[in-house]
Nanobody, 117 residues
Framework: QVQLVESGGGLVQAGGSLRLSCAAS????????MAWYRQAPGKQRELVAV?????????ADSVKGRFTISRDNDKNTVTAYLQMNSLKPEDTGVYYC?????????WGQGTQVTVSS
């Protein structure tokens, strides 16, 4: 089992920045990818950014050039970060951390990001 705990959400004005963190614990050996998804009210959950165990990254077109995903691997934890700059009101939503290990997908509880205009 993998446990994911997100932090760092909040309220920010348009143009501002936030940094989200996702700490993975438990059976972290073999975590392949970690990703951030978001879900706006009334919309489907969408992929924002993903990072592989080798450090390769991929981003949704809507956040390219503004968001950066990174990852720290420690002996007992793996932490993924999402640096969000030049935030827009349309970035508002609940951000979820996701980890893939073998054939299982794990999710965090989500953290709210609200960008005011």
């Amino acid at each position: 089992q993998v446990q994911l705990v997100e932090s760092g959400g909040g309220l920010v004005q348009a143009g501002g920045s936030l940094r989200l963190s996702c700490a993975a614990s438990g059976t972290i050996f073999g975590i392949q990818t970690m990703a951030w998804y978001r879900q706006a009210p009334g919309k489907q959950r969408e992929l924002v950014a993903v990072i592989t165990s080798g450090g390769s990254t991929n981003y949704a077109d809507s956040v390219k050039g503004r968001f950066t995903i990174s990852r720290d691997n420690d002996k007992n934890t793996v932490t993924a970060y999402l640096q969000m700059n030049s935030l827009k009101p349309e970035d508002t939503g609940v951000y979820y951390c996701n980890a893939l290990r073998s054939v299982a997908a794990y999710w965090g509880q989500g953290t709210q990001v609200t960008v005011s205009s």
